[in-house]
T-cell receptor, first 114, second 116 residues
C-alpha cells in the first residue's frame, strides 16, 4: 500500500466550480510536490513545498492555489478552471532536498473540467 | 538546459523475454541522478531503480537493471523475463544536484505492452 494517498481519485467539475484536491503522506517526509500529467506530455512540476514553505511555483496560473498546512498534508484548491486543465494530478513526497532519494507518488486525481 | 528524451512511444515484448527501454539525458552538471518509474493504468508512479552519476557499477533491482553509459549520456532500462504485469508506462527522470534546483525532470514515457 502506498504511503501517499490522494482524494478524490476522480473529479468532474464545471468551469465555475470550486474544488480541492487532497494529498496525505505517511512517510515522515518533509518535501511535497504537485505534478500535472496531460496526455502525451511529460509530467509537469507545479509546486514544491519544503517544511511547509513553498519553494517553487512553476509559473502555474492563479486558478490553482496550493496549501500546505503541515508536512504531511498538501492541498490544491481549484477555481474557474479551463477544459485544458483536465489531466491527472499527482502528488509526491520525499525526504528533505539535498540527498539522493526518490520521490514517492500517490495514485493521482483524474480531473475532468466540463 | 536539462532534458530527458525517450524515443520509443510504444514497445511490445513477448512474455518471458527481455526488453530495453531507451533513455538519453542532457545536462552539463557532473552531479546528477537518474530514475526510472513505472506507471500502470491505475495512475500511481512506482519507483523502480536509481543510478547516480558517480556510481561505478550499473544499478540492478531484481529483474530491473540500468544500462548506464555516461559518455553517451544514456540510461536504458532493461527488464528481464517480462511478465504480463509489466505492461505499463515507463518514465525516465533526472535530478541535477549541483544547482539550486533539484527537482525531477521527466521524459515523455514509453508504453510497454507484454504479449502472452
Amino acid at each position: 500500500e502506498t504511503g501517499v494517498t490522494q482524494t478524490p481519485r476522480h473529479l468532474v467539475m464545471g468551469m465555475t466550480n470550486k474544488k480541492s484536491l487532497k494529498c496525505e503522506q505517511h512517510l515522515g517526509h518533509n518535501a511535497m510536490y504537485w505534478y500535472k500529467q496531460s496526455a502525451k506530455k511529460p509530467l509537469e512540476l507545479m509546486f514544491v513545498y519544503n517544511f511547509k514553505e513553498q519553494t517553487e511555483n512553476n509559473s502555474v496560473p492563479s486558478r490553482f492555489s496550493p496549501e500546505c498546512p503541515n508536512s504531511s498534508h498538501l492541498f490544491l484548491h481549484l477555481h474557474t478552471l479551463q477544459p485544458e486543465d483536465s489531466a491527472l494530478y499527482l502528488c509526491a513526497s520525499s525526504p528533505p532536498r539535498g540527498g539522493q532519494y526518490e520521490q514517492y507518488f500517490g495514485p493521482g486525481t483524474r480531473l475532468t473540467v466540463t | 538546459a536539462q532534458k530527458i528524451t525517450q524515443t520509443q512511444p510504444g514497445m511490445f515484448v513477448q512474455e518471458k523475454e527481455a526488453v530495453t527501454l531507451d533513455c538519453t539525458y542532457d545536462t552539463s552538471d557532473p552531479s546528477y541522478g537518474l530514475f526510472w518509474y513505472k506507471q500502470p493504468s491505475s495512475g500511481e508512479m512506482i519507483f523502480l531503480i536509481y543510478q547516480g552519476s558517480y556510481d561505478q557499477q550499473n544499478a540492478t533491482e531484481g529483474r530491473y537493471s540500468l544500462n548506464f553509459q555516461k559518455a553517451r549520456k544514456s540510461a536504458n532500462l532493461v527488464i528481464s523475463a517480462s511478465q504480463l504485469g509489466d505492461s505499463a508506462m515507463y518514465f525516465c527522470a533526472m535530478r541535477v544536484y549541483g544547482g539550486s534546483q533539484g527537482n525531477l525532470i521527466f521524459g515523455k514515457g514509453t508504453k510497454l505492452s507484454v504479449k502472452p
